[in-house]
């Protein structure tokens, strides 16, 4: 009887749906804007006859999804059977329309009815269900630059949406609480940098400005600002939609748990591959560009006005060459964000061949890149360099240690590293060997074990526990990393007998297994387990992860203390984000689990990083640099062989 009852209501409240205008299939009137729960195949001669699983709530599926025009949730309908109440599942549509970023709530029997606006007062009996044109979505797409501008936006823009009673809480008004209740309820307060930033965006817009460039030091928050970014044009309706760009996968769910964690008590965040099929139901649609080129995807799946403000990340990778035609498609407010700073816009006067040097490709990239958000000035919408970071007390300024050696400042001259051969008929052949080639040609056993024992030597130590500080080591290739990973564990042994295992250094690069899960390990300093040098205290045993270009772009790991640059780098923007690695600011007294052994440390800071330039990267990037210091490596004849 009950499987009866259940299958009755069903089909009565398909009726009603169908006869307020809602459709179940495309036709002549537009596409369908009822969506069941997932685990029914329905097809149009089976209209009548469900209804047996509908009423299986115990999964989490809703019953009925009913889209607006924008292909948006706009009603959850929560279907019970015909002897029950349909009050009963008052609570779980609640859950279900805030999951979907959905108003309005239906309950209903197929006999009793009820409306909910969840933003106005009770469920209200209805005997006819309203229809697409008789509900108001609040989120109608209506731009407006002028209410765009009149948004304030304060430090609690974030939190408001996170916690929106927060100031009423006791924790909160009390001093002495305050800071521990912000990190329990992981409450994110915009910094006066941050705040400036959004309101330049407001300015701009106003005065006609839709496209924004932001140029922003790695650790200085991009992500933070732009989900307050992307809460300003959702709420003011100057957007409906939001497409966020990246050009890598391990940022795409970075960006996507981010955008959760702040916006999700307002606006529904997915990443487009886990839900190709209902990315309409989304606020914030999350990818990579290089998921919307294959098979022309853009535009076979999305129309124009899907989205109305597009962010694109590290803008001038995520747009360059082919992206660029997927960041054009869509019609709307454009914003960029990038760290690689204006100074590198600069032409280098180093250079012979301005064609021959491998920065020129990249600092036109990056003039396009300004010249598509409107900035063709070089200034962008909002700047916050290093510097202004560290003047104002938000980042670390690196220690730089100029450790090159003779084969590496060759290899870094315009001409390369040059050697004179004899050919088979006796001529003297001059041969030019670039970065790409050195470590197949000229990296000695000897160089590697000066560069290895030089890091170890001079690195910075961990002020808890003492021991050698938490590192990340560029190498130039797979087989490179491989190389110093077996060298560092080698020394390590030798410096700390019977403390490793193999596990000092671990190599952290794309064809070892479960490397992605590695960076994660890392930063939640469980890389190898736990340390073992003092109790109580958290950090990865593992004290070097050996990569080649993993780690760089988004890779949040505060307490790092040494960056060694032990390949040559090219790219401009390369460069900025390896340094970026170090530049966040860390309380190691955090890390402590017991009260009495923090309480006696005080609060032990993390206030600089050393970062090892082997290859004399900073010299290249820049006109004039003035190293912290200089070490002398030993030539390869003096080098000791462990």
Known sequence: MSLRKEATARIKINRLLEAAGWRFFDDKNGPANVVLEPNVKLKPEHIESLGADFEKSAKGFIDFLLLNKDGKPLIVLEAKSEDKDPRIGKEQARKYARSQNARFVILSNGNIHYLWDLEQGNPTVITTFPGPDEIKNHYAFEPNAERLFAEKVERDFIVLTQMPG???????????????????????????????????IQKSAKKGATRFLFEMATGTGKTLTSAAVIKLFLKTRNAKRVLFLVDRLELETQADKAFKAYLKNDFTSIIYKEQRDDWRKADIVVTTVQSLLFNDKYRRLFSPTDFDLVISDEAHRSIGGNARAVFEYFIGYKLGLTATPKDYLKQSKKAKSTERDPREAERRMMLDTYRTFGCESGDPTFRYSLLDGVREGFLINPYVIDARTGVTTQLLSDEGFTIETTADDGTEIKEAFGGRDFEKRFFAEATNQAFCRTLLEHGMRDPISGEFGKTIAFAVSQNHAAKI???????????WPGRYQSDFAMQVTSDVPASQQMTINFANNNLGSHSGFIENYRTSKARVCVTVGMMTTGYDCPDILNLALMRPIFSPSDFVQMKGRGTRKHSFTEELFDPVQKAARGDVQKTAFRLFDFFANCEFFEEKFEYDQELALPKPAAIQWW
């Open 166 to 200: 927060y100031a009423s809480e006791a924790a909160w008004k009390n001093d002495g609480e305050r800071a521990a209740f912000v990190e329990k309820q992981k409450l994110r307060f915009l910094r006066p940098y941050q705040e400036r930033a959004i309101q330049e």
């Open 485 to 495: 990973t077996q060298i560092l564990n080698e020394l390590a042994d030798q410096m």
